[in-house]
Structures are given as C-alpha cells and as structure tokens.
C-alpha cells in the first residue's frame, strides 16, 4: 500500500511551490519529443519529500540535497505542479559524439572483437554473443531471455564446465544497462565473458569459478534504450525502454505491490521474471552508471536484511578491491563506495528488491562509473580498474553453506525449504533447486541452526553449524517421508516410464493380490494434481496423462491395505 502525504509533507511541498522559479519549458518540451524523457536536477527541503517523489519521477541520485532525476512526459507534469525550482539538464546519453564511442579497430571478424575500446553497433552486439557460444561451445551456450518493445533480442551467455548439463553447483547472473544510457557494464561484461573463456585453465581463479559455478552474463538488459539513437550507435541513447518506462521501476516491490510505478509489467520485465523463475540464481549483480558505489537491499524500506553484516562485509571487499586496483578517488560515493540503498535513496519497484524478496537471490545494485557513457577510450581501463571486484563478487557463492537435500529412502532430490532459525527475515529462506536438490545459503560468519523442510516429509533441524568467511561448507540433507517406515513397500516394485515424460506416464502395478489401488499426483508443494481409485486384477499398466502439468517434479503415490509405493518423477516438455 503506497503512503499517504503527511501534513508535514504538505507543508513542506506548500513552501518548495512558494519558492519555485520558471524553467525553459521551450527545452523541456523539445526534449520530451527526442527523446521520451528528460534529465534535470531540483533540490528539496526534508528527506520525507524524497519517499513521496519516488512514486512520481525517476530517481537517479542525491547529493545533499540536490536530487538528479528523470521522468516521461506524464511524469514530468505531475512533478512540475508541485513548484519545484527545476533545472533542465543535458541528457546523458547525449554528452558524447560518435567519434568518443566508436573505434575503427573495433571491429568483429571470425576471431571475434579486436579491442574492448569501442561500443559495439546493435548487430556487432548480436554477432559477439554468438560468436562467444559458438567458438566455445564445451564452456559457453547462448540463451535468449526474450524480446523488448522494439523487438530487439535479451540475450545471456552461460558458461560453466559442462555447460549442457544442469549440475549441482550455485548459479550466478550479471546484468547490465537495465537503463539503457548506463554503458560502462555494457562493454565490461563483453569483456568479462571474453576474460572467462579465453583464460580458462590458464588463471586459476577463473578455473575455478568456471568448473564451480554456473556463471550467467546479459550484458544490455535495455537495448532498445542503449540503442534509441539508432542501431549504429550508443549516441542519444535513453534510460527509459521505448515506451518511455523505466525498467528498474517495473517489477512487484515487497512493500509497494506488483505495480508500484503505475505501469503494467513492460516485455522486458516479464522476461526477466521468467528468466529468474526456470533459472534458480544464487547471486546476481545489476550495473549502472552516472555514480560509484555498490548499493546492496533494500531501497525500498529502511529495516535492514537479515543478511546486513555479511551484505556490507561483501560490498567493502568489491569497493576496497577497486581502490586497490583503480586510480586515487574512484569508487568512493557515500560511505567510501558502499551504501545501504534506503539510506541513499528511496526507490520502490527495483529489481533488486524483486530478486531478493521473492527469489531469495543475493542480488546488489553496482554504479560502475560517475559517468553515465564512458568515453571509448576509458573502457578497458575502466575494465581493469573492476574486474578483480567482479571475479570476487562471483566467488562468494562458494562460500556459506551449500549441498544437495535427498529423500533418505530412494536418494532421489528433493525440491525444500532452507531456513535460518532465529535469523532470517523479509524472505531472506532459500530454497533446493532441481532437478538436482542443490541448495546455496550464502550467509556471514557465525554458527547457526538449519532446519530444512519439505511438503510430505519430516522436517530435519541441524544445529551449530560453524561458518567462517572465505571459506564454504558442504553439508549434504537427506530428510525422511511421513509415508516412511512398515507401511513403505518396496520401491523397485513400481516401474514407472518414460522419465522425463512429456506427454504420457506409464505406471506398471506391482504384481500383488491386491484388486484396489488409490493412485495420487502431488506436486512439489504437495498439492494434489490427480487422484483416482484403481481396480485391477493383477499386472496393470495405468497411463497417465501429462501435457497438461506445468515442467516440474512431481510425486506418484500408490496405496492399498498394505501399504504405500512411491515415486518421483520428471515432466517436461
């Protein structure tokens, strides 16, 4: 539910219109026809105006109190009936001509892109993520997240040893230009993914996290923003996507419901959504530009996570990183390049509240630079200065505590819920993935009690478990079914195929003298998807239709008067 205004805020916005001067509208129309968007600068009297504006105009930073900030067209009028003094500023994606962002020896050939010192063109952007996949096709696959407004791809890379095989190890996303006129990560991540795979089996860190984890790389979450001015160049590009809606404004906020800004959920928004629900992220980073600072959850509220302590322990190793690799006063806004995002400023509807509140996914908002395009020329710099900070940040999904959660009968996974007693909070529980039953709690120094629970099955408590920072826990889960015990037949005796399945079940009956059968289909959470009685005279094949169960794990549970056969099964599609 959004606040109300206060009388105390009223008053306030009563003397802000008092001491409003006028603006150039000429130039703020002008704009607004450019470019769908307008960047400018106003300063206020008292935090509490900040919580309010939030839900009427882009945020973008606050220095004292000044406030930076961006808005549509339907923003900027809402914003301007409440006097402000308002100062029109130039737009960012606009301060550099082409000659600052192009190279000539930035070219794409069959052996990939020559330097990192140039923005690519849209289709040199499509053609080096394929060329990526393609040329390393053991470490790197290539997955399309889905389409934008303008119709333009979302692409990521996966790389990881064996990257066709969905393994038990943490998975980890970097994102990047969410608002298209923030390039820095842009660029970096293309150079990441290139640092990744060419250095592979030579560095050992990188050996390491590539034979680890499974690393996910989308490097412009907003081409049609990036690429407003045309596919050819960055030039004019724009924070908002193309129907003029900031997309880190878009998704469901834990305090502010689904829609907090106003908007229906943007392609890319639901894109990403999907992305973050079949892919089941440990960790996952979003970048931005216009400042220097790594802003870790939540923007949203002021109560802090459950994880604070390990959250600023983690953003003081990728900032004091970056001092030690960057130049004299790089990275260095608010509190020496770390901050907790309400004390900066207040955003509802990010995606990085989104990720940790309803996907239990460690992620943090990184400003990589004080410009929002860099110059071409400082690109690989700008690389070398972060990429210690990036390789880091990667590795603290090996850290904390992690392993595989089993049924203790038939070995097979188990999708279950981790919980920190006396600890976690604001959905800060995380969950096993499968098909493989992994789990990856990353958590701070401490000892701490477990308890892992699983719909159908007895819930296990695991106490003093010693975590130490830099250093990862393996500890493996087996918990056991309330169906478990005299009443449990023999498992080999209910032969189910094909698994995974598609479109048909084939269950084969135990041979028995039993004639009634009670046949049950529970999903994960152990809701019940099928049921039926069964009356058979020996053998029987039972066919049970599928196509219309979502992609998943399910439970088969079969009963008569002497007891329980179960199994688990795969359906796909």
Same mark, same amino acid.
């Given at each position: 539910?959004?606040?109300?205004?206060?009388?105390?805020?009223?008053?306030?916005?009563?003397?802000?219109?008092?001491?409003?001067?006028?603006?150039?509208?000429?130039?703020?129309?002008?704009?607004?026809?450019?470019?769908?968007?307008?960047?400018?600068?106003?300063?206020?009297?008292?935090?509490?105006?900040?919580?309010?504006?939030?839900?009427?105009?882009?945020?973008?930073?606050?220095?004292?109190?000044?406030?930076?900030?961006?808005?549509?067209?339907?923003?900027?009028?809402?914003?301007?009936?409440?006097?402000?003094?308002?100062?029109?500023?130039?737009?960012?994606?606009?301060?550099?001509?082409?000659?600052?962002?192009?190279?000539?020896?930035?070219?794409?050939?069959?052996?990939?892109?020559?330097?990192?010192?140039?923005?690519?063109?849209?289709?040199?952007?499509?053609?080096?993520?394929?060329?990526?996949?393609?040329?390393?096709?053991?470490?790197?696959?290539? %997955?399309?997240?889905?389409?934008?407004?303008?119709?333009?791809?979302?692409?990521?890379?996966?790389?990881?040893?064996?990257?066709?095989?969905?393994?038990?190890?943490?998975?980890?996303?970097?994102?990047?230009?969410?608002?298209?006129?923030?390039?820095?990560?842009?660029?970096?991540?293309?150079?990441?993914?290139?640092?990744?795979?060419?250095?592979?089996?030579?560095?050992?860190?990188?050996?390491?996290?590539?034979?680890?984890?499974?690393?996910?790389?989308?490097?412009?979450?907003?081409?049609?923003?990036?690429?407003?001015?045309?596919?050819?160049?960055?030039?004019?590009?724009?924070?908002?996507?193309?129907?003029?809606?900031?997309?880190?404004?878009?998704?469901?906020?834990?305090?502010?419901?689904?829609?907090?800004?106003?908007?229906?959920?943007?392609?890319?928004?639901?894109?990403?959504?999907?992305?973050?629900?079949?892919?089941?992220?440990?960790?996952?980073?979003?970048?931005?530009?216009?400042?220097?600072?790594?802003?870790?959850?939540?923007?949203?509220?002021?109560?802090?996570?459950?994880?604070?302590?390990?959250?600023?322990?983690?953003?003081?190793?990728?900032?004091?990183?970056?001092?030690?690799?960057?130049?004299?006063?790089?990275?260095?806004?608010?509190?020496?390049?770390?901050?907790?995002?309400?004390?900066?400023?207040?955003?509802?509807?990010?995606?990085?509240?989104?990720?940790?509140?309803?996907?239990?996914?460690?992620?943090?908002?990184?400003?990589? !630079?004080?410009?929002?395009?860099?110059?071409?020329?400082?690109?690989?710099?700008?690389?070398?200065?972060?990429?210690?900070?990036?390789?880091?940040?990667?590795?603290?999904?090996?850290?904390?505590?992690?392993?595989?959660?089993?049924?203790?009968?038939?070995?097979?996974?188990?999708?279950?819920?981790?919980?920190?007693?006396?600890?976690?909070?604001?959905?800060?529980?995380?969950?096993?993935?499968?098909?493989?039953?992994?789990?990856?709690?990353?958590?701070?120094?401490?000892?701490?009690?477990?308890?892992? !629970?699983?719909?159908?099955?007895?819930?296990?408590?695991?106490?003093?478990?010693?975590?130490?920072?830099?250093?990862?826990?393996?500890?493996?889960?087996?918990?056991?079914?309330?169906?478990?015990?005299?009443? %449990?037949?023999?498992?080999?005796?209910?032969?189910?195929?094909?698994?995974?399945? !598609?479109?048909?079940?084939?269950?084969?009956?135990?041979?028995?003298?039993?004639?009634?059968?009670?046949?049950?289909?529970?999903?994960?959470?152990?809701? !019940?998807?099928?049921?039926?009685?069964?009356?058979?005279?020996?053998?029987?094949?039972?066919?049970? %239709?599928?196509?219309?169960?979502?992609?998943?794990?399910?439970?088969?549970?079969?009963?008569?008067?002497?007891?329980?056969?179960?199994?688990?099964?795969?359906?796909?599609?």
């Amino acid at each position: 539910m959004k606040k109300l205004l206060t009388l105390a805020l009223l008053v306030l916005l009563t003397n802000v219109a008092a001491r409003a001067q006028a603006f150039d509208r000429k130039k703020a129309d002008s704009l607004l026809i450019t470019n769908g968007e307008i960047y400018f600068s106003f300063r206020f009297f008292d935090r509490k105006e900040l919580d309010f504006l939030t839900n009427i105009i882009s945020l973008d930073k606050v220095r004292g109190d000044e406030v930076f900030a961006f808005a549509n067209r339907k923003e900027f009028d809402k914003f301007c009936k409440l006097g402000y003094d308002i100062k029109i500023l130039t737009p960012p994606g606009s301060l550099l001509g082409n000659k600052d962002l192009m190279k000539p020896e930035g070219i794409i050939n069959s052996n990939g892109p020559a330097a990192w010192n140039f923005y690519p063109t849209y289709q040199q952007y499509l053609d080096t993520m394929h060329y990526f996949s393609t040329a390393y096709p053991s470490l790197c696959k290539l %997955d399309t997240i889905g389409t934008t407004t303008a119709g333009r791809l979302l692409l990521a890379v996966r790389i990881s040893r064996n990257v066709n095989i969905d393994a038990a190890k943490p998975r980890f996303l970097y994102t990047s230009s969410i608002h298209g006129n923030e390039t820095t990560g842009y660029v970096g991540m293309l150079h990441l993914i290139e640092y990744l795979l060419t250095n592979y089996g030579t560095i050992p860190q990188v050996t390491r996290l590539v034979d680890s984890v499974e690393i996910f790389i989308n490097p412009l979450a907003n081409p049609d923003g990036t690429y407003h001015g045309g596919n050819n160049t960055v030039n004019g590009s724009t924070r908002y996507n193309a129907n003029g809606v900031d997309l880190n404004r878009n998704y469901p906020d834990p305090g502010y419901g689904p829609h907090p800004d106003g908007n229906s959920w943007q392609p890319e928004t639901i894109a990403f959504m999907n992305y973050a629900d079949s892919r089941g992220f440990t960790m996952s980073a979003n970048f931005h530009g216009g400042n220097e600072v790594f802003n870790y959850p939540w923007d949203t509220w002021s109560r802090l996570t459950a994880d604070n302590n390990w959250w600023y322990y983690v953003g003081r190793e990728f900032a004091d990183t970056i001092h030690k690799y960057g130049p004299s006063g790089y990275f260095t806004d608010e509190q020496n390049g770390v901050t907790d995002g309400y004390a900066w400023y207040y955003v509802h509807g990010g995606r990085q509240d989104y990720m940790n509140y309803f996907h239990g996914c460690r992620e943090v908002t990184v400003e990589l !630079s004080s410009a929002f395009v860099l110059p071409a020329s400082e690109l690989v710099s700008y690389f070398n200065y972060d990429y210690h900070s990036y390789l880091n940040y990667i590795e603290q999904t090996l850290y904390g505590i992690h392993g595989i959660v089993t049924d203790t009968a038939t070995g097979l996974p188990l999708y279950a819920k981790l919980t920190v007693l006396n600890h976690d909070m604001d959905s800060s529980i995380v969950y096993s993935r499968m098909p493989t039953g992994f789990y990856d709690r990353v958590i701070d120094q401490g000892t701490w009690s477990l308890m892992f !629970s699983c719909p159908g099955y007895h819930t296990k408590t695991i106490n003093s478990v010693t975590v130490t920072r830099l250093h990862g826990i393996h500890l493996d889960v087996q918990l056991k079914s309330i169906y478990y015990g005299t009443g %449990d037949m023999n498992q080999g005796e209910l032969t189910i195929y094909p698994v995974p399945a !598609s479109r048909e079940i084939h269950l084969v009956f135990p041979e028995t003298e039993s004639k009634k059968w009670k046949l049950d289909v529970l999903n994960i959470l152990g809701v !019940s998807m099928y049921s039926a009685e069964i009356v058979n005279s020996g053998q029987l094949v039972y066919n049970l %239709d599928v196509t219309s169960y979502a992609a998943g794990m399910y439970f088969i549970r079969l009963s008569n008067e002497n007891g329980i056969y179960r199994k688990q099964v795969v359906v796909r599609h």
